[in-house]
């Protein structure tokens, strides 16, 4: 059971955009967003995969960085918008120069108020398909894969994190609540295709399997290539409830977490407890 003692409600937000393949002007936008969602009052903001860049799969080598780089851009960037929101800012996947120039790693960085970075996570299962309107996208092919599940403890809660194709893999969100997740955070870049369908059935189920709260991020609308996205930023309750939801279009989503009803969850229907595999 959690321990609620001594916590209080948390505001949280999640932002959505429309990101182009200009780096400057898509931060610049992060920025203004981040800037919102502290003025409504969140302590946590999620952006969405991609936040600094939605081109060409191949054309994000030119801007990877090196992770820890406090001069690099994005990082720079990151670090100034958390500070100056006083936010704990999560970037949900910008790429990581890796071993190999030609597939950086796609890698989420979590900010503290302060500015310094907290916690990274690389993204684990990449998404090669070819899709029914003919549609291809091949990420493996530009971008190296991570291995490790994490879990990082910012402001009083456990917080799992993901990136996009990662939701559809349920054994990462099962290794995530093991090691005390109690919110699960998915930036995404859903296409339109498989979102309209998927994107509601997948984040409400890892909601309820792993009896956590969700906070998805998404990019939304039509990117450099023809490229298009879903949408639907989103935060689901442990129950599996959407309690706040993003409409079309660039926006924000808040929501406040309350510990208590984790606690209830998992009291009235201990499914953790019960696991036999």
């Given at each position: 059971?959690?321990?609620?003692?001594?916590?209080?409600?948390?505001?949280?937000?999640?932002?959505?955009?429309?990101?182009?393949?200009d780096?400057?002007?898509?931060?610049?936008?992060?920025?203004?967003?981040?800037?919102r969602?502290?003025?409504?009052?969140?302590k946590?903001?999620?952006?969405?995969?991609?936040?600094?860049?939605?081109?060409?799969?191949?054309?994000?080598?030119?801007?990877a960085?090196?992770?820890?780089?406090?001069?690099?851009?994005?990082?720079?960037?990151l670090?100034?918008?958390?500070?100056?929101?006083?936010?704990?800012?999560?970037?949900?996947?910008?790429?990581?120069?890796?071993?190999?120039?030609?597939?950086?790693?796609?890698?989420?960085?979590?900010?503290?108020?302060?500015?310094?970075?907290?916690?990274?996570?690389?993204?684990?299962?990449?998404?090669?398909?070819?899709?029914?309107?003919?549609s291809?996208?091949?990420?493996?092919?530009?971008?190296?894969?991570?291995?490790?599940?994490?879990?990082?403890d910012?402001?009083?809660?456990?917080?799992?994190?993901?990136?996009?194709?990662?939701?559809?893999?349920?054994?990462?969100?099962?290794?995530?609540a093991?090691r005390?997740?109690?919110?699960?955070?998915?930036?995404?870049?859903f296409?339109?295709?498989?979102?309209?369908?998927?994107?509601h059935?997948?984040?409400?189920?890892?909601?309820?399997?792993?009896q956590?709260?969700v906070?998805?991020?998404?990019?939304?609308g039509?990117?450099?290539?023809?490229?298009?996205?879903y949408?639907?930023?989103?935060?689901?309750?442990?129950?599996g409830?959407?309690?706040?939801?993003?409409?079309?279009?660039?926006?924000?989503?808040v929501?406040?977490?309350?510990?208590?009803?984790l606690?209830?969850?998992?009291?009235?229907?201990p499914?953790?407890?019960h696991?036999?595999?």
């Amino acid at each position: 059971m959690t321990d609620t003692r001594g916590r209080a409600p948390l505001r949280i937000a999640a932002v959505q955009l429309q990101c182009q393949d200009d780096v400057s002007e898509n931060l610049a936008r992060c920025r203004d967003w981040v800037g919102r969602a502290a003025e409504r009052g969140a302590k946590l903001v999620l952006l969405p995969e991609n936040f600094a860049f939605m081109g060409p799969e191949a054309d994000k080598r030119s801007i990877a960085e090196q992770l820890g780089d406090a001069s690099a851009p994005i990082q720079r960037s990151l670090s100034e918008m958390a500070k100056a929101a006083g936010v704990v800012l999560v970037g949900g996947g910008f790429p990581e120069a890796s071993g190999d120039e030609r597939r950086p790693f796609n890698t989420l960085v979590v900010y503290g108020s302060d500015g310094a970075l907290v916690s990274t996570y690389r993204k684990i299962h990449l998404f090669d398909v070819r899709l029914p309107d003919g549609s291809e996208i091949s990420e493996s092919a530009a971008t190296t894969a991570g291995r490790e599940p994490r879990v990082v403890d910012v402001l009083g809660y456990k917080l799992g994190l993901s990136i996009c194709y990662d939701l559809r893999f349920p054994e990462l969100y099962r290794a995530l609540a093991d090691r005390g997740a109690e919110l699960l955070l998915v930036p995404a870049a859903f296409t339109l295709l498989t979102g309209k369908d998927h994107w509601h059935v997948l984040l409400r189920a890892r909601a309820i399997e792993a009896q956590c709260f969700v906070m998805a991020a998404a990019q939304w609308g039509t990117h450099p290539k023809g490229r298009t996205t879903y949408g639907h930023s989103l935060v689901a309750d442990p129950w599996g409830t959407v309690i706040a939801e993003a409409s079309d279009g660039p926006g924000l989503v808040v929501a406040e977490l309350d510990p208590a009803v984790l606690e209830r969850v998992r009291a009235n229907l201990p499914s953790l407890r019960h696991r036999v595999l």
